[in-house]
């Protein structure tokens, strides 16, 4: 669409600058402060430039968090988006059954984070747990509370329950997009499903796909809620992914300094990561 | 291949069901046959884990602030992204890429960097443990997302029908509320199912701006499980009481939720 230049324009926007910004400048700015001080207490601060930073970006603590962190973003979207995706296409276009299945589908996408979390622990317990009874049943010795890979495996079975439909939904979405036109085209040049879905279905997913993806990185990087319930980070710190690792630090033993210097690079991380995204995404968007 | 099609999303849909089945077989047991022993479903069926949230003040007042804030943020929101989503989609202004890309950075922003600061904010103005600090602190990441969905829904309406509004002799905001609200009304919709989802669903902020008079139920059930022992039964009820709003929600914009993700850029 060709814009019209108005700077008056800035008076709509003016609202929903100042509430967001009163919400992320400020504290914002508190971290900042609080990532190059140092206190012993009683609102009194020390200037200590970059420690703090050269301190986390050291810490073997931190390395662990993150390499967990991008593990587990990393399986989740191997496993969520191809299922995602699979589901999509098998749905049905039409009729009564689409309803019930996009109702039924998004219903854990409206569970609140620990009520989330709350079930999948009542799910899984070994002894009173659907899944966990299940599974010793079989002869596999099965604890998530005392396993390092039994959690793992709670905890990414648990992100690809809540979140695999998000994926669906917007795969679903790109699909319903494709004009009859196409299919019927490629009936007649005798094409198979598999060339259908290569040559028609994906580039037409393309965009929703990035959105998922997108979407998908930004929230998994900042899961906090689901494990923190399921697992508590545990065992041992086995789950403790990037933001359960900071709260820890933050408000468990309240060392604001290094605290504040880790929610830096994680954000400054995240950041990065997004808007590589974003620019490939504009860039495509253009063509 | 095509007659076993409706058996991919089957089987998908009872694995959703799954965990949801437990919880309300759960809910429905008395503690002692939780503990005592495993069955499918409730042996000896009893309600009285929801009576008792329906009885407790502390539990349902937990859902009443949950409510008050969720809408309070959900009408906060759009209202304010309805005239910035017009602007995005309508005017070139200066900065206005950079502001849209800085706006959508505090959807990225994780909670859990902002939970002491915002506390600190809060408290030093004097709004913590109120419905509205919540419903503000949700602004943060509501309001972009608000405006990223109605930005999409309005740049699909034509700019035509702008203009012939205004050679029609309507002026701007006659315009905006008789004609441009109405053909609209979906993203809104939509928009306003997001706001409230996200709001719904979150916890860490909502936990650390609330101490009493306004904590939110998933704080309750929180503070059940780690205090009053381990009273499956009663937070399980509590869980499946969760689910009602967001299932209520979702049946009434079904039809809109693929559109959409689809126009909305969710």
Not at chain 2, 93 to 120: E, S
Request: some cysteine; charged content about 10%; overall charge positive.
């Amino acid at each position: 669409m060709n814009k019209t230049t108005n700077q008056k324009a800035w008076w709509f926007v003016f609202p929903v600058v100042v509430l967001v910004a009163f919400n992320a400048l400020i504290p914002l700015m508190t971290v900042v402060n609080y990532s190059v001080q140092e206190t012993f207490g009683d609102n009194v601060f020390f200037w200590e430039g970059v420690k703090w930073f050269e301190q986390v970006l050291n810490s073997d603590r931190f390395h662990a968090s993150f390499l967990r962190q991008l593990a587990f973003t990393g399986m989740i979207l191997v496993i969520e988006v191809p299922l995602g995706i699979g589901v999509a296409l098998s749905m049905p276009r039409k009729g009564p059954w689409v309803s019930v299945c996009l109702v039924l589908m998004a219903l854990p996408l409206l569970i609140p984070w620990n009520v989330v979390g709350a079930m999948w622990n009542i799910f899984a317990l070994p002894d009173t747990g659907l899944l966990g009874r299940g599974i010793n049943a079989l002869g596999i010795d099965y604890n998530f509370t005392q396993q390092p890979v039994s959690a793992w495996l709670t905890t990414v079975l648990m992100d690809v329950w809540h979140w695999t439909s998000l994926v669906v939904l917007l795969a679903y979405a790109g699909l319903c997009s494709i004009p009859d036109a196409y299919y019927q085209a490629a009936k007649i040049d005798g094409a198979g499903a598999w060339s259908v879905f290569w040559r028609i279905q994906l580039p037409k997913m393309k965009r929703v796909l990035t959105i998922a993806i997108l979407l998908r990185f930004m929230d998994s990087f900042m899961i906090y809620t689901e494990p923190f319930v399921l697992t508590g980070g545990g065992p041992g710190n086995t789950t403790t992914f990037l933001s359960i690792d900071l709260v820890k630090i933050a408000l468990g033993q309240f060392d604001l300094g290094p605290a504040a210097a880790m929610s830096l690079i994680y954000f400054l991380v995240v950041l990065l990561v997004c808007w590589v995204f974003y620019t490939l995404m504009m860039r495509h968007e253009e063509k | 291949m095509k007659t076993h099609k409706w058996l991919v999303p089957t089987l998908y849909i009872v694995f959703l069901m799954l965990p949801i089945y437990w919880l309300l077989n759960m809910s429905f047991k008395t503690t002692n046959e939780i503990l005592g022993t495993f069955s499918l479903w409730p042996l000896d069926f009893t309600l009285d884990n929801y009576r008792k949230i329906f009885t407790d003040p502390t539990w349902y007042n937990g859902y009443l602030n949950s409510i008050a804030y969720v809408v309070m943020n959900t009408v906060i929101s759009v209202s304010v992204a309805l005239p910035a989503a017009y602007a995005f989609s309508r005017y070139r202004f200066l900065g206005d890429k950079h502001l849209f890309f800085w706006l959508l950075t505090n959807r990225m922003a994780p909670p859990a960097v902002f939970a002491l600061p915002f506390f600190q904010l809060y408290s030093a103005i004097g709004l913590f443990d109120t419905h509205i600090a919540v419903a503000l602190a949700h602004c943060l990441f509501n309001i972009p997302l608000a405006v990223w969905i109605l930005e999409g829904f309005m740049s699909a309406v034509p700019k035509e029908l702008d203009e012939t509004a205004y050679l029609d002799g309507y002026s701007f905001w006659r315009f905006f509320r008789k004609i441009f609200i109405p053909t609209i009304a979906a993203g809104i919709g939509v928009a306003a199912f997001f706001c409230f989802m996200y709001s719904w669903v979150e916890l860490l902020l909502a936990k650390t701006l609330t101490s009493v008079a306004a904590k939110p139920i998933a704080a309750t059930m929180t503070r059940t499980a780690s205090t009053a022992g381990y009273e499956l039964g009663l937070l399980a009820a509590a869980g499946t009481l969760t689910l009602v709003p967001g299932a209520f929600v979702i049946y009434f914009v079904r039809n809109y939720i693929a559109k959409g993700f689809a126009l909305g850029r969710v």
